[in-house]
């Protein structure tokens, strides 16, 4: 397994980078791009990996969060990863919809036919992709964090409330909290896990956290004006789940911010610095 | 003349929109995003017009400089037009060139057939554009500034050099600094304007200035890594003019840093600020 460079720019002192590497988790090329502070000449940095939303590659977050800024500052390195596999042979939707298939491999390890062989985004994040990232990067692999945005905030909370002792701090950017309760996760769910719903539970964070599963503290950004904020992302779902689990839940409404990069930019900052205090 | 607006966005306190009119200049119809600072909840604020450069829109900048932020603390409206006429009826470079036609239109007015008739970026710039804006936003046109990358630069410098009782601040990012001695400028003023070179010195920096135009201050970034220092940039012939003629100018070379986005997000704020501190 080998890590080609598909560009980088040096970028607030440190470098911007697109990477691409032959992935055995999900049988094709993945992309994902990497900030490398300039603290990382001199030490392991830390680490915290950015998961994007529905339609999104590794460039969104890249381009549109201007995250480089502070953990330039802070010594952070940033990875943000695709958002499901793409190539030849990969299947889509078959109506070219964005919220299944392609750009929206919901951060699931896929069970049903077609999308079984390929869809297997949950190992590619648990255990294929970190375990490069150690082995390639100048990174402190005992100081990870992991953040994200709609599908991938998701993500994030999926991952970490699974998997609690690999990360010092999650935050999430308006999440889908309970995909077993919106019709994004349950066209998600349904198509990749078929409709078996205590299937489901392990990819849903409320669910993992009516089950058991319990984080240190958590940051949620939310924006008011967030035109799926209703029918598909329902924050106070996770405001009862972490109540009733007593975990620390910082959840906060952003009057007047929707779902886009704008909202993600102008908080960026508050979410690095929370990781960056947790990450030592 | 009317501007609608097409999508706008919460972003640091302020609103990120995307507006668009019909052009009496150029014919068509155009688009340009402004960010509103907060502060012009309360007063006319300051504004600072960003020229965009090759192939780009309105929305390059507003996507990824990363400016809004420190436009928001400093109460700074931002300014970005698109860079060409665009839409039926408006004529590209034959072979579909990213250097000439739409995308490209070099800030000048066309005097020749087809590109007269839409390419005219410098009169909807110094003309149309500014009167709309003083009529539609809450913006003190007493104190403006200019800025811009690459063929944006070019046209930053060349129009506060044509009129610089308008601008307070001037500034660039990697900037086409001699139109005349370049192959970009050569083909798009040998196309806009003809062959008669002494139509092109009131398109060209260094020319203007070797022929008494004169600026009070004037900020340039130069990445030493940018592919296209040595062809068509040429930050040295500025240095030259702008000594001859006495114009402090802070030319920084940024080791390592290149054409992109990227690098002017990391110097984005330098860049506000010098302009914030002339503009009051």
């Known amino acids: 397994m080998s890590l080609d460079i598909v560009s980088q720019s040096k970028c607030f002192g440190g ?18 791009a990497v900030f490398t502070p300039p603290q990382a000449a001199h030490r392991p940095v830390p680490v915290v990996w950015f998961l994007s939303g529905l339609t999104c590659t590794e460039e969104n977050f890249t381009v549109k969060a201007g995250a480089q800024r502070v953990a330039a500052e802070r010594g952070l390195m940033l990875i943000a990863p695709d958002t499901s596999p793409r190539g030849e042979g990969v299947p889509d939707d078959p109506a070219g919809a964005y919220d299944f298939g392609l750009g929206a491999g919901f951060y699931v390890d896929a069970t049903r036919e077609p999308w079984s062989k390929h869809y297997r985004m949950r190992s590619y994040l648990e255990r294929e992709l ?3 990232v150690g082995r390639e990067l100048p990174v402190d692999m005992m100081r990870q964090g992991i953040m994200g945005h709609s599908m991938g905030g998701h993500g994030a909370l999926t991952i970490a409330l699974r998997e609690p002792a690999r990360f010092r701090a999650v935050s999430a950017f308006a999440p889908i909290v309970s995909p077993m309760n919106c019709p994004w996760g349950e066209k998600a769910l349904t198509g990749y896990l078929g409709p078996n719903r205590a299937m489901w539970r392990t990819y849903d964070a409320c669910a993992l956290i009516e089950d058991g599963a319990r984080l240190p503290a958590l940051l949620v950004d939310q924006g008011t004006a967030d035109g799926f904020l209703a029918s598909q992302l ?3 779902l996770l405001e009862a789940a972490c109540e009733k689990a007593e975990i620390p839940l910082t959840l906060r ?3 007047g911010y929707d779902h886009s990069y ?4 102008s908080f960026m900052a508050d979410h690095l610095r929370w990781h960056a205090e947790r990450l030592g």
């Open 130 to 132: 970190p375990a490069l």
């Open 262 to 265: 704008f909202f993600i930019a």
């Open 234 to 236: 329902k924050p106070e």
């Open 253 to 255: 409404r952003q009057d």
């Open 15 to 32: 470098t911007q980078a697109t990477c691409r590497h032959a992935s055995t988790e999900t049988g094709c090329d993945m992309r994902f």
